[in-house]
């Protein structure tokens, strides 16, 4: 008899979970575990577990000939509704898979699509899902048609199967298209909305799915975002001010969490949505300490940061949950392993205090403070200052305004050209640089 209960009205299917490891890799836990996480989410419950190890996988079943047949016999006894593989499958694959075992197949790619199709809430959220899935499936249009393929007139694949499949393929090729493009308008806005913000300095949460940044978000903030202990709760970046000791206000931003393999074509398609990342001034990288296959899940964002092409920008990694790993050894081992990183508790406050003060100390590597004397009607430095900076005291005499301030370095840089303005400054904080071409245009000191 098959499970009755409902998860948002909708009977849950039951599910067997595959998945092909390579030989000799030892894992930190079951490796299926973060599969049967996303069946869940998908709103599945998993009824059986199958691995198998090979060196290559079938170029026909993926799995071997033996497995196939255990795979159908584990199906058939749980009444499976569905099988997901933890690895990506050719259409090939998928379609002999589905007839050897007349049971749906879906791989991994598939169900991250069909997750992030049901947790999409903007417009832009939505396209971007919808982009992805059609490009997912347009190599796999002939699998939807099997059953109108076998009705054959004449020679070869003239039958009205191949007709609708090669209309169906021109539709979704279009539809790509007329999605792209709108995708980029929207990527060129969001780069405009983002650059627009340039007067603020701002900070992008950026992790593993169910890492817990809503619930850092929420803690730093005091904002009151969605923050549940699923994969993908949220794809939508959501950003507020955050009151940063001894600094001021930042944006801080909650972006999508990532996962291991993510699908190529849902990176491309959610690149508009992870511009506040891309244009942030610093990046809080927050992990799951707690989590045992923590390593790989830092090594997996990293990935990730890498094909978005924003893994050098100034990034602190947060050990999040470390309340909740279960002995202090473990934990010595991670902040053995990465020395620099803070671990927290985004729950309980524990730790915040210490992120505060290392993400006020890492902004501050980018800004210096400095006099800036000129002459009191030059409205134009004067506006250059408080538009790029924050200005901490100003002192007028007869002829001249001496303001302190605190700038960005290449802000700096350009007052250091001008030859109507005298720059000091506090420290040594251009200590063997020049001033872009080699020349001092404008008087500099340094103040101890």
Request: without cysteine.
């Given at each position: 008899m098959k499970d009755n209960n409902r998860s948002e009205g909708i009977a849950r299917e039951a599910a067997v979970l595959v998945s092909v490891l390579p030989p000799g890799v030892a894992y930190h836990e079951d490796p299926l575990d973060e599969l049967?996480?996303?069946?869940?989410?998908?709103?599945?419950?998993?009824?059986?577990?199958?691995?198998?190890r090979r060196e290559t996988p079938d170029k026909t079943t993926y799995l071997g000939a033996g497995k196939v047949e255990e795979l159908r016999v584990l199906a058939e006894a749980n009444d499976a509704d569905v099988i997901c593989f933890d690895n990506d499958l050719s259409p090939a694959q998928t379609r002999n898979l589905e007839k050897a075992t007349n049971?749906?197949?879906?791989?991994?790619?598939?169900?991250?699509?069909?997750?992030?199709?049901?947790?999409?809430?903007?417009?832009?959220?939505?396209?971007?899902v919808e982009l992805a899935q059609m490009e997912y499936s347009l190599p796999r249009l002939k699998r939807m048609w099997t059953h109108l393929s076998r009705m054959k007139m004449?020679?070869?694949?003239?039958?009205?199967?191949e007709k609708q499949i090669e209309s169906d393929r021109r539709l979704v090729e279009k539809r790509i298209h007329d999605f792209r493009t709108e995708l980029k308008d929207i990527a060129?806005?969001?780069?405009?909305?983002?650059?627009?913000?340039?007067e603020r300095m701002t900070v992008s949460l950026v992790g593993y799915t169910n890492a817990g940044k809503s619930t850092l978000l929420n803690a730093l903030t005091g904002a009151d975002v969605l923050a549940e202990n699923r994969l993908f709760a949220t794809l939508d970046t959501r950003t507020r001010r955050w009151q940063l000791p001894g600094w001021g206000p930042v944006l801080l931003s909650d972006t999508v969490g990532f996962i291991r393999d993510l699908p190529h074509h849902l990176i491309e398609s959610f690149k508009a949505t992870l511009e506040e990342a891309r244009q942030a001034n610093l990046l809080l990288?927050?992990?799951?300490?707690?989590?045992?296959?923590?390593?790989?899940q830092v090594s997996s964002v990293f990935k990730v940061l890498e094909e978005l092409?924003?893994?050098?920008?100034?990034?602190?990694?947060?050990?999040?949950?470390?309340?909740?790993?279960?002995?202090?050894a473990v934990l010595d081992s991670l902040t053995q392993m990465y020395p620099n990183a803070i671990p927290i508790s985004a729950r309980s406050g524990h730790g915040l205090d210490r992120l505060a003060s290392?993400?006020?100390?890492?902004?501050?590597?980018?800004?210096c403070d400095i006099d800036v004397e000129t002459e009191v009607g030059n409205g134009r430095v004067l506006a250059f200052l408080a538009a790029q900076g924050e200005i901490l005291s100003q002192h007028y005499d007869d002829e001249a305004v001496l303001v302190h301030c605190r700038l960005p370095r290449a802000a700096a840089g350009r007052l250091m050209r001008d030859p109507a303005v005298r720059v000091r400054f506090h420290g040594n904080a251009f200590a063997g640089q020049d001033n872009g071409d080699g020349a001092a245009h404008g008087p500099v000191e340094d103040v101890a």
């Open positions: 049967a996480g996303l069946a869940e989410t998908a709103g599945a419950r998993v009824v059986g577990r199958l691995t198998q049971v749906k197949v879906l791989d991994r790619s598939e169900l991250i699509l069909d997750i992030f199709a049901s947790r999409a809430q903007t417009y832009q959220a939505r396209l971007a004449g020679i070869g694949m003239r039958g009205p199967g060129k806005r969001k780069v405009r909305e983002v650059a627009a913000r340039n990288h927050v992990a799951d300490a707690s989590n045992p296959a923590v390593r790989e092409k924003i893994e050098a920008k100034d990034t602190l990694l947060v050990l999040n949950k470390a309340d909740a790993v279960p002995n202090r290392a993400v006020s100390d890492a902004l501050s590597r980018g800004f």
